[in-house]
């Protein structure tokens, strides 16, 4: 079966994929540790101190435990749809790979980046994450890629080199 050297993708960004960017970013790493021992630990004295404490602590460690499992998903995805809403997200792109790189068209604007370009790509649930910086990335939600998703994974392992794939 011959490899394929080209893709091309029509890119419509959604808020849940701009919220499942942002909730990788917020959650991993020490992060991501320090959240979930500060819930878990939130959890074990709310259940434990219940009958010992008053309506202030248990108020309290109520909200410690929801703080990162609650109210940060929430605003982070409150976040997603006004970034969503904007007028550069709105608007569709178009991206093209070939084994140079990949040109990035959104309206009458084009732009060519180099593979060289890429620090990092990422693979998370439903989302790549191509960096060209640690602030600046593209995504290539699943539903985009379609049935070409392993074929494209191919492609970028072919392309790139091993350390600056993550789960690809």
Avoid at 28 to 43: C, D, E
Avoid at 99 to 119: I, L, P
Wanted: hydrophobic share 45%; glycine share 6%; aromatic share 14%.
């Amino acid at each position: 079966m011959a490899r394929k050297e080209t893709f091309q993708f029509h890119i419509q960004m959604k808020a849940k994929d701009l919220w499942k960017f942002s909730m990788y970013h917020s959650n991993k790493g020490y992060l991501g540790v320090f959240n979930v021992l500060f819930t878990l630990a939130s959890l074990y004295l709310l259940v434990t101190k219940w009958s010992d404490t008053g309506t202030a602590y248990r108020l309290m460690l109520l909200v410690c435990a929801m703080m990162f499992t609650v109210w940060q998903p929430g605003i982070l995805f409150l976040k997603a749809l006004k970034q969503a809403g904007n007028d550069r997200l709105k608007a569709a792109m178009d991206m093209a790979f070939d084994k140079k790189g990949f040109t990035v068209s959104q309206g009458d604007q084009s732009m060519e980046v180099t593979w060289d370009q890429v620090t990092r790509v990422a693979r998370i649930p439903g989302i790549y994450i191509l960096y060209m910086s640690s602030i600046r990335a593209y995504l290539l939600p699943d539903q985009i890629l379609g049935d070409e998703k392993e074929t494209f994974a191919e492609f970028l392992r072919e392309v790139l080199p091993k350390e600056r794939l993550k789960r690809v």
